[in-house]
T-cell receptor, first 116, second 112 residues
């Protein structure tokens, strides 16, 4: 089945610097790659997603890149701010065979800390 | 308005007991999910329902039984609770597959 690996597990950056989180996936059939942010005591929340027909997507300070050949995708956060501190999850979506089912496999998470 | 709500938020119980967690979404979504997040923050899907029909059932002990009385509700009943069941359980919903999933606030289950 699909396997998603995420690195690093923890990341500490100075406020204002950039943060990069990398993920790899194993199943070339995966075609949807969301990124979720989980703040302390809350459920994960989608921050950006990318589909396999696109190589890059940007939303203000957040960007995601996808390399289908290498089966890599990355999250880039520029000009980091204290409120960016959270756990970030990458994920890959794999169809389970049912027409309406799409199982999302999550990476192991990256705890991002922004130093003031 | 809360999009995906879960009750209770905290649940502390003894080994061997039976407990239920309730989930409701007011987004009009067709698909609902249960996830388990362990102490290392690893998120793993347990079940998925589409229009009250079970469509994803991961390798979960049969002590866990989801029930979807209607499209807006997906409850999780757990029999004979074990220490290893301690985790945070998240309910989520989405409109169709490969779309954004909206997560509830989670239920922290502690089995003593």
């Amino acid at each position: 089945g699909e396997n998603v690996e995420q690195h690093p597990s923890t990341l500490s950056v100075q406020e204002g610097d950039s943060a990069v989180i990398k993920c790899t996936y194993s199943d070339s059939a995966s075609n949807y790659f969301p990124w979720y942010k989980q703040e302390l005591g809350k459920g994960p929340q989608l921050i950006i997603d990318i589909r396999s027909n696109v190589g890059e997507k940007k939303d203000q300070r957040i960007a995601v890149t996808l390399n289908k050949t290498a089966k890599h995708f990355s999250l880039h956060i520029t000009e980091t701010q204290p409120e960016d501190s959270a756990v970030y999850f990458c994920a890959a979506s794999l169809s389970s065979g049912y027409s309406s089912a799409s199982k999302i496999i999550f990476g192991s998470g990256t705890r991002l800390s922004i130093r003031p | 308005d809360t999009a995906v709500s879960q009750t209770p938020k905290y649940l502390v119980t003894q080994m061997g007991n039976d407990k239920s967690i309730k989930c409701e979404q007011n987004l009009g979504h067709d698909t609902m999910y249960w996830y388990k997040q362990d102490s290392k923050k690893f998120l793993k899907i347990m079940f998925s329902y589409n229009n009250k029909e079970l469509i994803i059932n991961e390798t979960v002990p049969n002590r866990f039984s989801p029930k979807s009385p209607d499209k807006a509700h997906l409850n999780l009943h757990i029999n004979s609770l074990e220490l290893g069941d301690s985790a945070v359980y998240f309910c989520a919903s989405s409109q169709g597959s490969a779309e954004e999933q909206f997560f509830g606030p989670g239920t922290r289950l502690t089995v003593l």
